[in-house]
């Protein structure tokens, strides 16, 4: 299976260099969204010679995940899978959700920090419980990390995220494409703490993104075409 790493980077210029350089310890094929950022992000890149392909202004996550998922479709890659460029996820565990993903034949295959480990009770992790039981509620599939972004997609899968201009990689993009026939897997990963740059997420926007996740699985999904 011949995968494309996405790696999506917003200010990530004091973790860009040490993401990329363990990526290509792993022998993987990658390339960064610069996603308009501010800081050295693209001069890193640019200067150590790594695959990038750079938004003129911020975007945001989704918009980089559609752009490395139409550079992975025009290029042939069977699948794509999102690396943090903040350090969160480990490439050691792609192989891993390779495997899974030739042996179940998933169509995505989520790297899941809860499949044989407790979540701890957290702010965070009540969210994570609401949206596991409302996919539970609308699907019949439990998924026991929905909001995990380290997340394998094959050709079927990624063609989807790059030619839907309403669709992102989301729970609520997971609960739609449960209910229309994709199967989903999950494997037990662990993963970091970001230690440096700059979160897409805020903290006020991480309730709104909550409120949001809940209405479009609740609601908006039924009426998407």
Known sequence: MKVLLIIPAYNEEE????????????GYDYVVINDGSSDATLKICRGNCFPVISHRVNLGLTAGIQTGARYALECGYDAIIQIDADGQHQPEYITDMVSEMEKSGA???????FVSEVKPVSARMIGS???TGIIRLTTGTVLSDPTSGMRLYNRRATRELAMRPDFGPEPDSIAYLLRHGFRISE???????????????SPAKSIAYMARMIVSILIIQWFRG
Do not use: H, N
Request: proline share 0%.
């Open 187 to 201: 494997v037990q990963v662990r993963m970091r703490e970001r230690e440096t740059g700059e979160s897409y997420l």
């Open 15 to 26: 973790s860009i260099l040490r993401v990329v350089r363990t990526v290509q310890e792993a």
């Open 129 to 131: 419980r609401l949206l």
């Open 107 to 113: 169509d995505i295959v989520i790297g899941s920090r």
